[in-house]
């Protein structure tokens, strides 16, 4: 059981950069997976990024070269890092866990707007 909370979304033009949070309630260290997930008015929640326990990350292809998915263990924290914003990134991300495979957790989202 974890309970998420996404914070850093915001207003930012084209070419500009954010910096996602995800706070959990307890210690992420043992979480089989983390990552983000983002929904566009009218379009299905799509897979951002993915990091596993044992490292490794993966990443839509969109947003390959321009996203990073990172943890602090110490703040039980996973961020993820957004530059080279497009329009097109424009969505309510969501933080999620799944631990064990199969159990899903989410955060409440936070509004990522890229506009000029």
């Known amino acids: 059981q974890v309970q998420l909370v996404e914070s850093g979304g915001g207003l930012v033009q084209p070419g500009g950069s954010l910096r996602l949070s995800c706070a959990a309630s307890?210690?992420?260290?043992?979480?089989?997976?983390m990552g983000w997930f983002r929904q566009a008015p009218g379009k299905e929640r799509e897979l951002v990024a993915r990091?596993?326990?044992?490292?490794?990350?993966n990443y839509a292809d969109l947003v390959k070269g321009r996203f990073t998915i990172s943890r602090d263990y110490a703040k039980n924290t996973v961020y993820l890092q957004m530059n080279s914003l497009k329009p097109e990134d424009t969505a309510v991300y969501y933080c999620?866990?799944?631990?064990?495979?199969?159990?899903?957790?989410w955060g409440q989202g936070t509004q990522v707007t890229v506009s000029s």
């Open positions: 990091i596993y326990r044992g490292g490794i990350v």
């Open positions: 307890r210690s992420i260290f043992s979480i089989n997976v």
């Open positions: 999620n866990a799944e631990d064990p495979p199969g159990v899903v957790y």
